[in-house]
């Protein structure tokens, strides 16, 4: 199952792959998008994600109905549908210009087509990979177009049912996609930890027989954790410069600080894992010598009884497993010992 993109491996010998999405946090400034560029590459990022599309690629241009977004729980409540993409979206021209100063700070840099003329864009502009959003999954045809590229795609499985994701998924390998991974994701902005049903991610894997990551819209960086905790190898958050700045999604993006932790802690959670292993570590050979054992508690006379008063378990651990206390209680010293002696066999000989 694994693979790698850009020259970054995937799978779970690696580390995490963090996935630093845009989206619209550049608020429709190619100067703010290149800064996001720097910050994600000096938090520690693998790959920054833009976002490929047009108001006209992803909707219509009507009004009202349902072309207005009307629950009230929503960030983006009230709005037209049209309108909110035209102010969300990254610019085509644009995308050369962050791809070449991703480029310059080895950071990779990928998108997510919304339609298949996004698709042949970013394949021209030379793309290691395709994402496919969460919205987009149950669209077969743009599965099927940017399967058909041989390249690494991703998909994020917000919504889905079991079924549509295993139809997805054959899409995918039926067009030629070798390389796959699947994101778990909860698709509401943001998502709380308690909707986000991690433990999904080992069940994903044993069924499709890929990568499995998380697509992460809760706030902080606990849900991405107990993610790689539970096998997750590929890592998505947005992120923005400064929340207080406001744009589309910038309610639930990290801010850099807050991005290079979740870089650091999903590392050390990778590093966790390890293999099943009982017994002490090579790192804790050294400390054997602090267990409990059997010792003197008093200077005793050959031939003295041992008590509760003369046979202790304390620290260190260089006298006689404390399993043969009860045993020894009531025994006999056959010489002389003093208080601290480490007791052994030849006590009692």
Partial sequence: MSFN???RPIGPGSKPFIIAEMSGNHNQSLDRALELVEAAAESGADAVKLQTYTADTITLDVRGGDFEIRDEASLWSGKNLHDLYKKAYTPWEWHEPIMRKA???DLICFSSP???SAVDFLDGLGVPAFKIASFENNHLP?????????KPLIISTGMATLAELDEA???ARQAGCSDLTLLKCTSNYPATPQNTNVVTIPHMRELFKCEIGLSDHTMGVGTSVAAVALGATVIEKHFTMRRADGGVDSAFSLEPEELKSL????E???Q????????PTEAEEKSLIFRRSLYIGQDMKAGDVLTADTLKIVRPGKGLHPRHYEVLLGKQVSRDVSKGDPVDWEMFT
């Avoid at 599965?143 to 590229?149: C, G």
């Avoid at 870089?263 to 999903?266: A, D, L, N, S």
């Fill in 5 to 7: 993109i850009g020259g």
């Fill in 103 to 105: 480029k310059e700070l």
């Fill in 114 to 116: 919304f339609d298949e």
């Fill in 142 to 150: 743009l599965i099927r177009y940017a399967a058909k590229t041989k």
């Fill in 169 to 171: 998924v054959k899409v």
């Fill in 263 to 266: 870089i650091v802690e999903t």
């Fill in 268 to 270: 050390r959670a990778w």
């Fill in 272 to 279: 966790s894992l390890g293999q099943i292993s009982y017994g």
